[in-house]
C-alpha cells in the first residue's frame, strides 16, 4: 500500500483568527487525521490557550509519531495517555478520524465525519443524541423569541437566546463523554474510551480517494469548493442555524462561520 498523498487540505477558524482555530489536520503518508478541539463554554484557558486547542495539539502530536502497523486501540490509548500528561483528565477533549494506510481503515473517536463515493452520509458524519437534543430544544425557544417579536430571523444579534436557554444541556454534556448508554459519545479526553464507542470502518478496495472533515462542514462534499459552496448558502439561508445548519450555537456578529472548520481530501 502506498503512501496516503493529500490532494487538498484547508483548515479555518470560525472567528477569521487562525491562532483561535481548534482544529487541525496531520498528514504524516502513514496516516491521515483531522482533528476538532471541543469548545469549552465554561471559557477557561490552558497556558494561555483554550481547552479545545489543547486537546487538538495533544492529538496532533501523537498521531505525527504513530507507528505504520500502530491498530485503532493502540492509536486511541496513545492519544488519551498523551493529554491525560498534559492536563487533567476530563477538563480537555478532541473528536478525531484517523486514516490508516496500512490497514485500509477508519477510526472515528468523535464526530469528526469522513467520506468517499458511495458511502450514505448518515454512516460517515454521526451526531450525537445529546447535541441533536440540545439543537431541537435551542432552535424551539429562538422560535418562540421570533414569534413573540423580540428578535429578528434577519438579523443574529450578539444575544442568542435559545444558546443562553440550552446551556443548561450544553454546560452538562461532558458527563456522557465516554460513558455508554443512550447519551453516551466517545472524545479523546485524558479518560479510557469505551472501545464500542470507537469506530473501526473498513474502506473498500475500490475506493481511492477519502474526505475527511471536522463538523464545521454540514455536507462533506466531494471536493473543497463543493463542501464551502454548500456551507456557505446554507450560512446566508439560516444564520441562526435552527434549520439546515441547525446546531447549539449561530453564526455571531463578527465571525465567519458558526464553527471552526478542517478539510481533507486524500488519495489513497
Not at 447535541?131 to 430571523?153: C, L, P, Y
Request: with cysteine.
Amino acid at each position: 500500500m502506498g503512501p496516503v498523498e493529500i490532494i487538498e487540505q484547508f483548515v479555518a477558524g470560525k472567528s477569521g483568527d487562525p491562532h483561535g482555530c481548534e482544529d487541525a489536520i496531520v498528514v504524516t503518508g502513514r496516516h491521515a487525521a483531522v482533528i476538532d478541539g471541543a469548545t469549552d463554554v465554561s471559557g477557561r484557558t490552558f497556558h494561555g490557550r483554550s481547552g479545545g486547542w489543547w486537546a487538538m495539539n495533544a492529538c496532533r502530536d501523537v498521531i505525527g509519531r504513530l507507528a505504520e502497523d500502530t491498530d485503532a486501540g493502540t492509536a486511541v490509548a496513545a492519544l488519551t495517555a498523551e493529554l491525560a500528561a498534559r492536563t487533567e483528565p476530563g477538563d480537555t477533549a478532541a473528536s478525531v478520524t484517523v486514516y490508516s494506510a496500512a490497514r485500509r481503515e477508519i477510526w472515528q473517536i468523535g464526530d469528526v465525519g469522513f467520506a468517499y463515493r458511495g458511502l450514505p452520509p448518515a454512516a460517515g458524519q454521526p451526531r450525537k443524541l445529546v447535541d441533536r437534543v440540545a439543537a431541537s430544544f435551542r432552535a424551539a425557544v429562538i422560535a418562540a423569541e421570533a414569534a413573540a417579536g423580540r428578535i429578528s430571523m434577519d438579523r443574529v444579534t450578539e444575544e442568542d437566546p435559545g444558546r443562553l436557554a440550552a446551556r443548561a444541556l450544553v454546560s452538562r454534556q461532558d458527563a456522557f463523554r465516554n460513558r455508554t448508554g443512550p447519551y453516551g459519545y466517545a472524545a479523546i479526553d485524558g479518560r479510557p474510551v469505551p472501545p464500542s464507542l470507537v469506530v473501526v470502518h473498513p474502506v473498500p478496495d475500490d475506493v481511492d480517494e477519502l474526505r475527511i472533515a471536522s463538523d464545521g462542514y454540514p455536507v462533506i462534499g466531494e471536493s473543497l469548493a463543493e463542501s464551502e459552496s454548500i456551507l456557505g448558502g446554507l450560512l446566508v439561508k439560516d444564520p441562526w442555524c435552527v434549520a439546515e445548519l441547525a446546531g447549539t450555537k449561530a453564526v455571531r456578529p463578527g465571525q465567519v462561520s458558526f464553527d471552526d472548520r478542517a478539510y481533507l481530501r486524500i488519495r489513497r
